[in-house]
């Protein structure tokens, strides 16, 4: 049944209670936008056969999800939730299916489970959708039932007159609708925004399946506060809680050890094994990869990075875009910038930067040292204050350390220049020139020592 329903997202509004000139649906929770959460949670069922309304801020939409945009409509001008049905029908009959599922683009907590408990309904109603009961209905629209609790309408919260549509129950729209395109295809043109927004609701839809005799069904969840949209910065923070404690639980439940869990931050893209241990403190983000074996040290920064098994990433570190091979060690207080490779058992100490630099199998530098542009080999020693001159103002260039080398305290290479295998820089020197293999080079002043003493006359 599920390759006979299309899904529909609308993600056309701004937004006004986020106060950000974002789209609503760019707004993040662990780094990544919401809209990505909702597709996360409508692939498993649908596949492709995913569409989204997109508005205000489209272009940035758009290029957030460029592998989406060949199934994006555009909502040029937002008059509400059923104009961008109106908008979006043609494309959605036209796929071929026979529902399609609707949902707002600003429901980042929905989950899979939720989405196949509606479409269950396929094949039993006309229109279904979901419904909760949360702790504070807020603005959501309230649904209506008769005498024997069959559906008669969902009215917006501003719109609802207790002596019309009696008492309030509770029961509020989720937002999430199934509709059999045949069925409600010939209801879109009688939607009308004779509402106090002067908008045009989906939400009228069930009232008028209700008066043509169609078979309509609210699917309770209950008090699931998952379904609800975010509207304010503060209903977004919850969210991104919710999220990252279902994403913790989720990676300790599969045997990832993480010391002092509260603190730990995983984004939703992240791949940890079974066996890796995580102390807290800890941001993960991106699509970072941890291996069985690996450890990570508090108080630590890591974006789109891998690390093998066996390394171990001391506390206070930053790591983006670096890939850590079998038992590293990085830190403490390292930076590793895109591009930073560390082959198995090489180490980064405290206070050393590297970008765009590979340090090689067993070799180290251990302290105060910036690798850029370099590639330093197998079982090399780089000292103390040792700086890569990559940049001339204009261009870099780039550093070859050979293997086995030993550079001596606060030297500075100024690149383009190799230094040869098992070569020797002495401390302090400043190298412009290629050393040769098994080589020593030594580029400072001479010493001079001057009596400070005063002569006697």
Known sequence: MTNTISALILAAGKGTRMYSSRPKVLQTLLGE???????????????????????FGADQVEAAFPQRRDNFVVQAEQLGTGHALQVAWDKVAGSGAEYCMVINGDTPLVTTEAVEKLISRAGRADLAFMSINPPDPAAFGRVVRDKDSLVKAIVEAKDYDLSVHGPVTGEVNAGIYLLRLDAVGPLLDGLRAENKSGEYYITDLVGLAVERGLKVEGVSCGADVNLMGINSPRELISAEQTLRRRIVDDFIDRGVMIHNPDTVIIGPDVSIEPGAEIFGHVEIYGRSEVKAGALLGSYTYIIDSTFAPGCEVRQFCHVEGAEVGPDCQVGPYARLRPGAVLRERSRVGNFVEMKKSELGAGSKASHLTYLGDAEVGPGANVGAGTITCNYDGKNKFRTIIGEGAFIGSNTALVAPVTVGRDALVAAGSTITKDIPDEWTAIARGKQTNLNRKMKKS
């Open 33 to 55: 936008p919401m809209l990505l959460y909702v597709y996360k949670a409508l692939e498993p069922v649908f596949g492709e056969r995913i569409h989204t309304v997109v508005g």
